[in-house]
């Protein structure tokens, strides 16, 4: 019962990990029907940032540089306000020009930013490894503060994670059912050129939509780093692309699917490596796994709904 108890503890933390990367794609999709696969690199530069601006010198393209050495609680804000701002840099110059185009077209734009991205990070802060900085307030003599849970050792830390994803979910569901912008987002989800005829800014929205799943993605890579202490150029393509198959899981353009898929995929993920014959050796399979089984038996995913293609 206690292995059960740490599985499923480790489950929920790492399901609320692709919980958050999830929301970015999910409301990209509902909106302009893109799946954007460079969410896995904003997720990379959200770890890469926080850990330049807790540091007192970092290397950037091969040179060392002073940096401020802020606290975690400050440098993740910073990582987000400045992956937001790639994250509708990357709409206004890749997507937009491309939004009348074939899908395919915009597909492989997406494709291609991914890959700029990550050689883009590797020729900034180098090819290797990196260390997250510990957080004081988590950690004690290098070790982790912890407490156990119905026998289940669970981390201060942890325990933020889960706390953090509910929140940001909860706030933005909140937002986008409740906001004069969040019926914005919905009206033009449904029909952007008739919510452009009533007045949406529609670029607008789709812009602010960029920011929030980007600024999101940005949070999960703060969390990630602090809880495994570190960053590579290549580190956001299967946390993202779990993230992805989580909002197909979830149904994709439903944001209470985006959190109830990355749960699931956590716990199966964490329960299959513990419990399974070379379970811990194959735990990237089961994410695909998943998605062939879903989209077999229920492509519209476990919230989603079945609608007709949008013209």
């Known amino acids: 019962m206690e292995q059960l108890a740490q599985q499923l503890m480790n489950g929920l933390m790492l399901g609320c990990l692709y919980a958050l990367i999830a929301v970015g794609y999910t409301m990209v999709y509902g909106i302009i029907e893109l799946i954007n696969f460079a969410f896995g690199e ?95 307030i988590f950690t004690e003599a290098g070790l982790a503060k912890s407490l156990t849970i119905g026998g289940a050792q669970v981390t201060y830390l942890q325990l933020f994670v889960v706390f953090i994803t ?33 007045g949406v800014n529609v670029n607008r929205v789709i812009a602010i939509t960029f920011i929030i799943g980007s600024a999101m993605g940005a ?41 109830l898929g990355g749960l699931v995929l956590g716990m199966i993920e964490s329960l299959a490596s513990a419990y399974l014959p070379m379970g811990s050796q194959y735990r990237d399979a089961f994410a695909f796994v998943i998605l062939i089984l879903l989209l077999s038996f229920k492509p519209s995913g476990l919230l989603g709904s079945t609608v007709s293609e949008k013209a």
Do not use: C
């Open 219 to 259: 949070l999960a890579g703060g969390l990630y780093g602090a809880v495994y202490h570190f960053a590579r150029p290549d580190m956001g393509f299967f946390p993202g692309l779990k993230a992805f198959i989580a909002a197909v899981l979830g149904g994709i353009g439903n944001i209470p699917g985006a959190f």
């Open 166 to 198: 509910v929140v940001a979910m909860v706030a933005l569901n909140l937002f986008v059912q409740r906001t004069r912008v969040g019926r914005a987002m919905r009206a033009s989800a449904q029909d952007k050129q008739t919510s452009a005829l009533m």
């Open 42 to 136: 904003l997720f990379m530069f959200g770890t890469f940032i926080s850990i330049a601006m807790m540091v007192d010198t970092i290397t950037l393209f091969g040179r060392p540089v002073p940096m401020p050495g802020l606290s975690f609680f400050l440098a993740v804000p910073i990582a987000m306000v400045a992956v937001a701002a790639m994250g509708v840099t990357i709409e206004r110059l890749a997507y937009r020009p491309l939004r009348n185009a074939p899908r395919l077209a915009a597909l492989i734009s997406a494709i291609g930013m991914s890959i700029f991205l990550m050689n883009f990070s590797q020729a900034i802060f180098g090819s290797k490894q990196v260390f997250f900085p510990d957080v004081p």
